[in-house]
């Protein structure tokens, strides 16, 4: 029979059995998926081979404004650092007569040369697909234009907004939702325009929190950055700022110590990016990431879902993992609407809520985004869930617990 503590310790490791067979799918697939981490002496070799090509040294690459002068824009130049076919390079002159392209050398050396399904260049390389689109669809997914009370401000919730920076990017991105603004000419907006978007938070004392972005805020001069930050701490009523940007994925290298300790100088800041495959998380971007928690800014993470690229439950809970490691909390995960020439990159929502399903209670909370849609009309972020409430009746509830098993959850309240 044995003692109740013998009793229940083998309950436990009944329990405990259980609970490992739950995860071995993961584990198993975990080995095949490709991380900067595992790739490291791959990026090595790219990045010798890039700088050998582009003439450039070690204290070049580090320098962001070399990274923007050596962005690869043409199919020939990228042909010289990663194999692409006669197809392939056609492909890409013909698409780059309609979208904007270029990928600077450290993003490039996160390709694979040799697999044009690599997710880097599925994210960064023009394919002939964005010229299925019919020209009607709708580019106007979040209906900026009609929710900005002044320039460059878009305001849709009622205690925070947007500043529209820039329609600059170190990168443009295949998917980007944004497209009609970014990648034609680049544009950082005029002060004036920009003092006048603050005369409007000023003026309106319920907007506590400031979200400065673009395009990509830190594409801005540090400078311009400085000065924003510092008009925005005499308005009382702003309590955060936040930055969206995506150079820690994209161009680590823009991460300066100059940069955080403007940071630094003018918190609480907070910091978000778009980190939306394993791959991406680089020893280079961790550094860039560290720099930042070391000055006091906290990272979040907005992956979008990206169909062929990351719409697999493993991948996301790799890429969720990899980012905690770096102190990157994983924020949102977003449901990408049509925009003209986005549409192969696309999953469908019902991928999105099973890969969110495949994370609650099989991995830690921390690693765990919400996965939004945004509204049409510019109505505002809306969390997709998975359903965990079964019925709810006067006294009790039934709920699914994230393994599946139905429970009667007692709701009675007495003395009430
Ligand atoms: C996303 C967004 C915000 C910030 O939303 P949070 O859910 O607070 O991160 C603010 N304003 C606009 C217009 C946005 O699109
Ligand atoms: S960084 Fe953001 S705004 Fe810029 S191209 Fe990529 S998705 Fe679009």
């Not at 010229?131 to 919730?157: G, N, Q």
């Not at 996301?316 to 905690?324: C, G, P």
Request: aromatic residues 8%.
């Amino acid at each position: 029979m044995g003692t109740y503590e013998e009793k229940s310790r083998k309950i436990a490791s009944e329990r405990a059995k259980e609970l490992k067979s739950r995860i071995k799918d993961y584990l198993d697939a975990s080995k095949d998926i490709e991380t900067g981490e595992k790739l490291e002496d791959q990026y090595l070799d790219n990045k010798k081979r890039i700088l050998d090509y582009l003439n450039g040294t070690e204290e070049d690459w580090k320098n962001w404004r070399w990274q923007m002068d050596n962005r690869f824009e043409d199919s020939k130049t990228l042909s010289n650092v990663i194999e692409l076919s006669e197809k392939e390079m056609n492909e890409i002159d013909e698409v780059s007569e309609n979208f904007r392209w270029a990928v600077v050398p450290y993003y490039a050396s996160l390709m694979d040369p040799k697999d044009p399904n690599c997710p880097i260049r599925k994210q960064s390389i023009p394919s002939a697909m964005e010229l299925k689109d019919p020209m009607e669809v709708d580019d106007d997914p979040m209906a900026e234009e009609f929710t900005s009370p002044a320039p460059c401000i878009t305001r849709r919730y009622p205690d925070r907004l947007i500043i529209n920076v820039t329609n600059q990017c170190a990168m443009y991105c295949r998917h980007c939702q944004r497209r009609r603004n970014i990648g034609g000419v680049d544009k950082p907006r005029p002060r004036e325009e920009l003092e006048e978007a603050i005369k409007y938070i000023r003026e309106n004392p319920e907007i506590r929190d400031v979200l400065i972005t673009g395009g990509d805020a830190f594409m801005l001069e540090d400078e311009t950055i400085e000065w924003i930050l510092g008009l925005l701490d005499e308005i009382e009523h702003v309590e955060i700022k936040r930055f969206g940007t995506r150079t820690l994925v994209t161009m680590p290298q823009r991460i300066t110590d100059n940069l955080c300790s403007i940071l630094k100088r003018h918190g609480p800041v907070y910091v978000n990016t778009q980190f939306n495959h394993p791959k991406e998380v680089s020893r280079e971007a961790v550094e860039a990431a560290k720099k930042l928690t070391y000055a006091g800014v906290p990272l979040g993470n907005q992956s979008v879902l990206l169909n062929t690229i990351n719409n697999d439950p493993h991948i996301i809970k790799k890429l969720n993992h990899e980012l905690l490691k770096a102190c990157i909390k994983p924020y949102y995960l977003f449901q990408a609407k049509t925009v003209t020439g986005t549409s192969h990159l696309i999953a469908g929502i019902e991928e999105g809520i099973e890969i969110v399903e495949h994370l609650r209670g099989y991995t830690s909370g921390l690693a765990i985004p919400e996965y939004i849609v945004n509204a049409p009309g510019g109505y505002g972020k809306t969390p997709l869930h998975p359903q965990y409430i079964v019925s709810a009746g006067k006294d009790y509830i039934t709920i699914r617990t994230w393994e599946g098993r139905i429970i009667k959850y007692d709701n009675k309240v007495y003395n009430k």
